[in-house]
């Protein structure tokens, strides 16, 4: 078996060009490395082992490196979905094939999503087509506050999705929330703080905790689950929308002195920007949002990215119930903005960050993924456009240096369908 | 075969109408009808247009909504009309409010065919969920615009965001027979009627597919099932006949709203607005509307269309469509990129909608990604060509084609100044003309509409 293995990805090597272990070069691109800074004509992006070795103008070429000629076009990271349930879902109206939310479960911030990805949906190959190369995949809240433990993936066509599990823990402490804590959110934060007290019970005796066999409310995988959460070590997505939410959140942390915050959502987040920005907590919020959908957001606007960037939070786009797939048009619509009068708006090459180093640093792992910079993966993506317009799409496409196939089962059902009418035989025969 | 037989249900409608009219005794206390109309038009647009000032708008890239594309162009707003649109000498009248859109882009504005703002009104709280009468899968008797919140912050964004001039609100998608649809002017009012599109005609609302037999076959309730959707749809269409042939012996036959929507959709006077998802159960729509003699004015959502563009070219029928939703449920699932450029491709009609409170501020932007999307298999489709998409296509589908839609002398001033080309990321509208009256301007804080429902709550009055 694992001889056959092998051989397999012997194989593979050979046939993926260029494949990981190599030295790429892209060069005579329009190079932006997506940490906020504008983009430089005939540039280069050099890669060895999977990862970014330096990118931009001045970059020399080694002899060996495999050359890949840009011709001019833009050359960007690959995008990075900041909220999404990639590889838990193939058809999200079909029960049996989505995995995104556990509502019959006893268990709920134990719930991991890893296992669930799967990295042969077609949401990966189609969400890849349109440039975005890793996400952010987290579990909706089935009957609990805590979601469970999302995952970060890369959208490479391979077998293995998840490259970090347990990336964080995914609280509702808003309006969903308070519907799943008994009704109001006086009892959601109650509910909160006596988690994370009994997190903190676990881990100082783990055989004396009982779990709900004794008269605690945390089942003991959950209580576990949060010990590295009270303690720090597993950032805590936080999903409010509300400016008084997310003074409440942001409190949280006079009693748990480690939570390590992220906010998720924060539509009402520009009424509060400089105290966000004060508590140094991240946020992860669409771009778009600025309908009162909710009594929860009702001060809605799509300046909310610009304000908040203004005020010096850390924030990237992450769209909740969104299509990953718009994930360019949320950013630049943000770059739209700074033409409008009385809103804020982003320039582009923040735009572009919004939805590639931003959402990584947010993950704290902006040294790891999300940009050009280097010693970061080599995910890159060579574009027919400007890559943040509406009419662009990706041409090349690198993840971890590996070059990545676009087609996807849309792609073929299009290529069918180029002619509706049929030809000598039915259209089932039409590959 | 179709000639004769429609030949023969012309015949058919002739004679009952005369039979009917020299049978009647005219007696004072008798209300003819003619067919199942309501005695006297009720709940009757109440719309007047606000008064605009002479508007001459020049320099700009002009996309007249019908295929043409004029560069350095002018367009003239007088009257509440469209008085001229042309090049560089067209001549300017004197007193007219001049815009320099050098670099800008004017279009007709947006109509929107597929909405359900009001209906399903923000906050999207239960009390505000008022689009689907989910009490039978046979309502036709139901009038969205007795659901529409005019206060609803969802027609105002469509106005600043997306330049959306009018749209068409439908019942929601439970129900075969979902009720009446109704179009509006997005001009801000205190009543529905002040809203409503002056002698619009209604819609009918069907939907097929999985929502209907999902909603009522969970209550162990016909249908449950595809061939339960056909077979009430089929009986349905049936009783619609049998009461049209009564009213037509007999005018003081007992009124029935429901049979009175249907009997109007089979005399032309109501259009067809069919959500239908899947090529296979689309084709079943158009037989059965040969079988009792309707038209399908357009099908919605349609994500298959491009698997038989050929056959809904053939039919007359409009495709309405979103540029890239895909696979949320499974008649979602062969959902492709490219469904809008080849149905456009194969000389089908075709519509760029919402259904969406978000995706109807940037109807532009779906276009253009399908525009790009086009253009990757060859199918390079130049803006105004795609603006019919947009404008025309969707006032034809919606009857007021002959009124709204493109930018033609006499038609109502309905019109978008973009401040770019507003199939880039980058453009927003800058102003809107509703009949001429400057309804959104960018530039000034004193028109961008506010509702009611946002004065005193955070963020009153922000751009949003």
């Known amino acids: ?285 669409p771009a778009l949002t600025d309908l009162p959908y909710a009594f929860e957001a009702l001060g809605a606007t799509q300046s909310n990215y610009g304000r908040l960037k203004a005020a010096g939070v850390k924030v990237a786009i992450g769209e909740l119930g969104g299509q990953p797939r718009n994930t360019k048009q949320s950013a630049g619509n943000l770059v739209a903005l700074q033409k409008v009068p009385g809103a804020a708006g982003i320039s582009w090459g923040e735009a572009l960050a919004a939805v590639t180093s931003a959402p990584a640093e947010v993950m704290g792992l902006g040294n790891d993924f999300g940009s050009l910079r280097a010693g970061r993966r080599a995910d890159v993506v060579i574009w027919d456009g400007d890559p943040l317009e509406l009419d662009s799409a990706p041409v090349t496409m690198l993840i971890d240096g590996v070059q990545q196939p676009l087609e996807n089962r849309q792609t073929k059902l299009r290529d069918r369908y180029l002619t509706p009418g049929e030809k000598d035989l039915p259209k089932a025969f039409e590959r | 075969m179709n000639k004769t037989w429609l030949a023969g249900v012309a015949g058919l409608a002739l004679l009952s109408a005369c039979t009917s009219a020299n049978d009647r005794p005219e007696t004072a206390s008798s209300t003819p009808r003619a067919s199942a109309e309501p005695a006297s038009p009720v709940y009757e647009s109440t719309y007047r247009a606000f008064p605009g000032v002479l508007t001459a708008i020049t320099g700009a890239t002009v996309l007249d909504g019908e295929g043409k594309r004029i560069d350095n162009g002018t367009v003239i707003l007088a009257d509440g009309k469209v008085q001229a649109i042309g090049g560089a000498d067209t001549p300017i009248p004197a007193g007219a409010t001049r815009y320099d859109a050098a670099g800008k882009w004017v279009t007709p504005g947006i109509i929107d065919a597929h909405s359900h703002l009001g209906d399903y009104a923000s906050p999207g709280v239960d009390a505000h969920s008022d689009g689907n009468e989910v009490t039978g899968p046979v309502r036709p008797e139901v009038w969205a615009e007795h659901s529409v919140w005019p206060q609803d912050p969802g027609f105002t964004r469509a106005l600043t965001n997306g330049g959306v001039t009018a749209l068409q609100i439908l019942p929601g998608s439970a129900n075969l027979f979902g009720g009446r649809s109704v179009t509006l002017k997005n001009v801000p009012a205190r009543t529905v009627q002040g809203m409503k599109f002056p002698g619009a005609p209604h819609g009918l609302k069907m939907a097929c597919g999985e929502n209907p037999k999902r909603v009522y076959g969970s209550r162990n309730q016909m249908p449950q099932t595809r061939m339960g959707n056909m077979a009430v749809n089929r009986q349905t269409w049936l009783k619609a006949q049998d009461y049209k042939r009564k009213v037509a012996k007999d005018p003081n036959t007992a009124r029935d709203l429901a049979m009175e929507t249907l009997v109007d959709v089979l005399d032309g006077k109501i259009l067809v607005h069919n959500h239908c998802y899947r090529a296979d159960e689309m084709a079943f729509v158009l037989d059965m509307a040969k079988e009792f003699g309707y038209k399908v004015t357009a099908f919605h959502h349609a994500v298959e269309a491009y698997k038989i563009a050929d056959k809904l070219r053939d039919a007359g029928a409009c495709s309405a469509m979103w540029a890239d939703w895909w696979g949320f449920k499974m008649e979602a699932y062969d959902a492709i990129n490219e469904n809008i450029p080849l149905v456009h491709n194969a000389g089908a009609c075709a519509i760029v909608h919402s259904d969406d409170a978000n995706g109807i501020q940037r109807l532009n932007q779906e276009a253009a990604k399908a525009m790009g999307d086009g253009k990757r298999i060859g199918i390079d489709i130049a803006p105004e060509i795609a603006w019919t998409w947009l404008s025309y296509n969707p006032a034809k589908a919606l009857g007021i084609a002959d009124q709204t839609g493109s930018l033609k002398p006499g038609k109502m001033a309905d019109v978008v100044l973009w401040n770019g080309d507003p199939f880039s990321v980058y453009t927003r509208p800058e102003r809107v003309w509703i009949d001429g009256a400057l309804m959104y301007d960018a530039n000034d804080p004193k028109r961008r509409p506010v509702t009611d429902f946002e004065l005193g709550q955070p963020g009153e009055g922000d751009v949003k």
């Open chain 1, 1 to 285: 078996m694992k001889r056959l293995l092998t051989l397999l990805a012997a194989a593979t090597a050979l046939t993926a060009a260029p494949a990981a272990a190599q030295t790429v070069a892209i060069v005579n691109g329009k190079v932006a490395i997506g940490d906020g800074s504008a983009p430089v004509d005939n540039g280069t992006v050099l890669i060895r082992n999977g990862r970014i070795v330096s990118a931009g103008a001045g970059v020399t070429v080694p002899a060996d490196a495999q050359r890949i000629d840009a011709q001019g076009r833009w050359v960007t990271p690959g995008l990075v979905a900041g909220w999404t349930n990639l590889g838990l879902t193939e058809v999200e109206g079909v029960g049996d094939a989505n995995d995104s939310v556990a509502n019959q479960s006893p268990f709920s911030a134990a719930i991991d999503v890893a296992p669930a990805v799967n990295a042969a949906v077609s949401a990966l190959a189609i969400t890849r087509s349109r440039g975005v190369t890793r996400a952010i995949v987290a579990p909706d809240a089935g009957n609990d506050i805590f979601a469970g433990q999302g995952a970060l993936v890369d959208m490479g066509n391979d077998v293995d999705a998840v490259f970090k599990p347990r990336a964080f823990q995914f609280v509702e402490l808003g309006e969903a929330g308070a519907r799943k804590a008994g009704g109001s959110r006086a009892a959601t934060f109650v509910f909160f703080r006596n988690a994370m007290l009994e997190a903190r019970d676990y881990a100082r005796n783990p055989s004396a905790y009982g779990g709900r066999d004794s008269d605690a409310l945390l089942m003991r995988l959950d209580a576990a689950a949060l010990v590295p959460v009270v303690e720090g070590r597993m950032p805590l997505a936080v999903h409010v929308e509300r400016a008084s939410d997310i003074l409440q959140v942001l409190d949280l942390r006079k009693e748990f002195p480690s939570l390590k915050l992220i906010l998720v959502g924060a539509s009402e987040g520009w009424l509060v920007a400089d105290k966000i920005a004060a508590a140094g907590v991240p946020v992860l919020t």
